[in-house]
C-alpha cells in the first residue's frame, strides 16, 4: 500500500490490473479494491475473503465449513491445504485447514471440515460460532500431498480423526473423474460415531467395489478391529501394501508407527505424509533465556531472560530498526518466525508463529527465531 | 521529606503508588480489549470508507443542478447546498480517518487484534505525510520528548514562540500569520515536519543526507494531490466536455467546482485537527493512550531493563535533568518543561487521571 506497486515481470498485466491502477488514483492511499468491499467482499483484490454459506455438523465436534471464496481464487488439487483468518474475541488468528472437498464440485465452493480439539479455542470457536453469513480472510490453496496427475497409481490410504480431509478430497476427486483406481483405506477413529465424514465413507465403500473402506475404532473394546495401527494390521487389511503409494495423514503419534513401520519393510520411498503443524511451541517451563535466530541476517545468538533481542541483535553486530526502545513508538516491531519470547513489561508469553514482536521490551524465552 | 531527585513533592511511597493507580488503569483497558472493539473499528472504517465515496458522488450529484441545465430544479441554491453537503461529508470523512483511525492506528493501538489489514506498520493515512514518518515525528520524537523545548518539534512547531524560554526574535512579530497559516495548511506542515529539515534550516546536515526522505514525502504529497486536485476534478471534466456541447456550461468550471469543494474538505480537517491538536497540547490533562502503556516501566523497573540501557533518557540535553521518561512526559503533559519544576504539581494530575 506504501509503495507504488512494482509490475509484475512477465507477462502484461490484464485489463483490469490496468484498470485498477488508474482508479487507484481516485481511491489512494487505499486501493479501489478498500471500497469494492464495500459493495460485495467477494470482489477485493487487496485480501481474498470467503463468504459461509452452509454449516453441518458432522459429528458431535467436527463441523464442515462449505466457503465461497472470492474473485481471485484458485482452484486446487485434491488434498491442498488453504489458510484461514478466524477472529476470536477480536483478535485475528490464522490456522490452516486440508480442503476435504473435491476440486470438481460444480458450485465453486470448497469445504473445510473443522473439529474441536480439547483445550483449542479457536477449533471450538469455528465448530460452535462461525455461521452462515460471515466472511472469513483466507488465502490461496497450498502444499505438495496431493496425488500425482498422470501417473496410474494404487493409492492406500491411512489417516485418523480429523486427517481424514485430504484423504476424502482425493477419493471424491478420483470418483468425480471417473477414475478410481484400486484403493485401500485405513481409517482410524475414537468411536463409531465419532467418524468425521462417516456417513459419506460409508456410501462410498458401499457403491464402489474399487474403494475398499477399513474404519478402525481404536477405543470400542468389543469391536473386532479395535487395534492400533501396527504391521501385522497392515498386512492383514491390505496385504500387498508394499506396492502400492501411500497417503498418510493423523495425528503424530499415528504418522510416527507409519514411518516406523515403512522404514523396517524398506518402502519409505512410497509414503507420503501430511502432518498437522502445531501454530504454538510449547511455553517452556523455566524460561531462562536460548538461542535467538534471527533468520534473514543469518544471525545466532544467545539471549538471556531478561536481556531485549534488540540488544541481543545489537550486541550480535546488528543494527536492527529501533526508536524509543521502550515499547512506545512500534518502529522495532518484527515478526516470530518460531518459538517463545517473553513481553519484560507483562510477563506475557508470545508463542504463536507469526506473533509482532517488540524486539525492545521482549527477551528470548527458550530458543526462538526472529524475521530480522 | 523528599527522598529522591525527581522535581516533585512526593515521598517514595506516594509515587509508587501514583505507579500503581496508572497500572491498575492499563490492567482495566487491556483486560477489557475484545470482540467489542473490533466490532467498533471495523464500523468505523465501514462508515468512513461508505461517507467518503459518497461525499464525492454528492459532489458530482450537485453539478447536475447547475442552473446552466435549465430544468426546473436546476438552481443556484439547490446545486450549493448539495455542494455545500458532499464538501461537509468528505471533510468529515477526512477528520474520521485522521483522528479517530489512523492517528490511533499508528499509535499501534489496534495491533493487539493482529489484524493484517489494520496495522501500523502497514497502514496508510489520507493526508500528506506518509505514515512511517509521521510515526517518526510523533510515536518517537513528539511522545519520547513530549513538550521538551528544542526536543519536542511540536512545541511551536519550530515557526511560533509558545513559551517565554524560547529566545524571542523579531521574526515572532508575524506569529498570527504564521499560526493562520498553520492551521489552513496543516496537512502541509505535518508532510514538512521532519527533524531532518529543521536540523538542515540550522546547518546540522546537507542537503544530500534528507534527499531519499524528500523523495519519499514527495511521493504522497504527489499521490494526495493527484487525488483531491487531479483524479476527481478531471474526472468530472471529462464527462462535462460532451455535455458543454448542449449545457452551456464550461468543463475548466466542472474541475474548478470539485478541486474547489475538495479544498474546502481538506480544509475543514486541517482546521479540525489543528484545534484538537491545540486541545490536547495546552491542557494539563492526560491522554491516557500515552502515558497509560509505558507506566509499568516505572512500578516494575526490575521486570523492565530497556529505560536504564536507553540512551535517550541521558541525554545531556541543556535544561533536561536526568530523570525517567515516565516523570518527563508528565510534567511534559503539566506544562512546557521549566528547568527546575513546574507549576502544575503532581498530585493536580493525579487527580486529572
Sequence with gaps: MRQPTQPVPGGSPSIWSRLSTLTDYFAWPLRTSHYLELVNPLWTTHKMQARVVKVWDETRD???????????????????????????????????????SAPQRYDDCFTITVKAIDKATISHHIVRNIKVGDYLP??????????????????????????????????????????????????????????????QLREMAAQYDRYHLHLLYTREENHPGNARFSAAQLDALCPDWKERDVYACGP??????????????????????????????????????????????GVDAEGDSDTPLLKVAEEAGMNPPHGCRMGICHTCNTTLVSGCVRDLRTGEVLNEAGSIVQTCICAAAGDCELDL | MRTHQYPVDLTDEQIEEFGRELDAIR???FDDRGERDRAYILKVIKTQRTLAVSARFVIYASLFFLPAWGHALALWPIM???LGLGTFMLGIAKILENMEIAHNVLHAQWDWMKDPEIQSNTWEWDTMSPSDRWMHSHNVVHHTWTNVLEKDLDVGYGIMRVTPMQPWKPAYLLQPVYFILLMLLFEEGVALHEQAIDDHLKGKNTFSDFKPLLKRIGYKIWRQVAKDYIAWPLAAALVAIPISFYVPFSPLAVFGIVAGANAVANLIRNRWRRSTINAVKTRPALPCSAIVMPVTFHSHPHRCPAPESSTLLKSGWPGVPEQPWIFRVTLGFCSIFRRQCCPFRIPIMAAHV
Design chain 2, 27 to 29: 490492567d482495566e483497558v
Design chain 2, 80 to 82: 450549493l447546498s448539495l
Design chain 1, 252 to 297: 503424530p503419534s499415528l504418522l510416527e508407527a507409519v514411518e516406523q513401520c515403512f522404514e523396517q519393510a524398506g518402502c519409505s520411498r512410497n509414503l507420503h505424509i501430511e502432518r498437522f503443524r502445531a501454530p504454538f511451541t510449547e511455553i517452556p517451563a523455566d524460561a531462562v533465556g536460548g538461542k535467538v535466530r534471527f533468520a534473514q541476517s
Design chain 1, 138 to 199: 483466507i488465502g490461496l490453496p497450498q502444499g505438495d500431498f496431493y496425488l500425482p496427475d498422470a501417473q496410474h497409481i494404487h493409492p492406500l490410504f491411512i489417516t485418523a480423526g480429523s486427517g481424514i480431509t485430504p484423504a476424502f478430497s482425493m477419493v471424491n476427486s478420483l470418483i468425480a473423474q471417473e477414475r478410481l483406481p484400486d484403493t485401500c483405506h485405513l481409517h482410524y477413529a475414537p468411536h463409531e460415531f465419532d467418524v468425521v465424514l462417516g456417513k
Design chain 1, 62 to 100: 467436527a463441523r464442515t465449513l462449505t466457503l465461497r471464496p472470492g474473485l481471485n481464487w484458485r482452484g486446487h488439487r485434491a488434498g491442498q491445504h488453504v489458510r484461514v483468518g478466524i477472529p476470536a474475541n477480536g483478535k485475528h488468528y490464522t490456522r490452516t485447514y486440508t480442503i476435504s
